[in-house]
T-cell receptor, first 111, second 116 residues
Framework: GQQVMQIPQYQHVQEGEDFTTYCNSS?????IQWYKQRPGGHPVFLIQ?????EVKKQKRLTFQFGEAKKNSSLHITATQTTDVGTYFC???????????FGQGTILTVHP | NAGVTQTPKFRVLKTGQSMTLLCAQD?????MYWYRQDPGMGLRLIHYSVGEGTTAKGEVPDGYNVSRLKKQNFLLGLESAAPSQTSVYFC???????????????FGPGTRLTVL
């Protein structure tokens, strides 16, 4: 079945440093979504990418979808303590509405 | 709107006991999902439903059953709980697929289940 791998599992940064998490799928994806989960909270949708090579920005966050639609990345510029949490990618395949989540990257930001 | 709600928030079971987790959404979403979250494993899909009266298996369905008798509710049942089912369970819902992609999933607050 479809597998989505996400690295790194953990990332510790100093406030102000940049952060990147990577997502790789074993199969071509129809779309990729990114979610953020604050400690003790539930996942919250950040963005969806659909087109090959697509790049989207949300303030300090930049999301990319690979040309082959098998990988994606999330880059945060100049991290802040409010960025703390777990970031998940989730890939959509051929089954309607069904997403496969990566393992998540836990981001810790030291002030 | 309450969004997606889950009942209960916490539960402790003994091995072999049964229980039902309730998920309710007030957004008129067609799709509903049950996930479990374990450290280092991300979110794994247990079962999902694409409409009232329909259910389908996800990645890790063994030991669980589900029912979607009403569009707004999705129930997850554990017939005979095992320690391996200790986890945090999240319910989510979304609109049905539209042309060009999927819709975002809205998650409930989660149920923390411990099986002794």
């Amino acid at each position: 079945g479809q597998q989505v791998m996400q690295i790194p599992q953990y990332q510790h940064v100093q406030e102000g440093e940049d952060f990147t998490t990577y997502c790789n799928s074993s199969t071509t994806l129809s779309n990729i979504q990114w979610y953020k989960q604050r400690p003790g909270g539930h996942p919250v949708f950040l963005i969806q990418l659909v087109k090959s090579g697509e790049v989207k920005k949300q303030k300090r966050l930049t999301f990319q979808f690979g040309e082959a639609k098998k990988n994606s990345s999330l880059h945060i510029t100049a991290t802040q303590t409010t960025d703390v949490g777990t970031y998940f990618c989730a890939g959509g395949g051929t089954s309607y509405g069904k997403l496969t989540f990566g393992q998540g990257t836990i981001l810790t930001v030291h002030p | 709107n309450a969004g997606v709600t889950q009942t209960p928030k916490f539960r402790v079971l003994k091995t072999g006991q049964s229980m039902t987790l309730l998920c309710a959404q007030d957004m008129n979403h067609e799709y509903m999902y049950w996930y479990r979250q374990d450290p280092g494993m991300g979110l794994r899909l247990i079962h999902y439903s694409v409409g009232e009266g329909t259910t389908a298996k996800g990645e890790v369905p063994d030991g669980y059953n589900v029912s979607r008798l009403k569009k707004q509710n999705f129930l997850l049942g554990l017939e005979s709980a095992a320690p391996s089912q200790t986890s945090v369970y999240f319910c989510a819902s979304s609109y049905s697929k539209f042309s060009g992609g999927y819709n975002e999933q809205f998650f409930g607050p989660g149920t923390r289940l411990t099986v002794l």
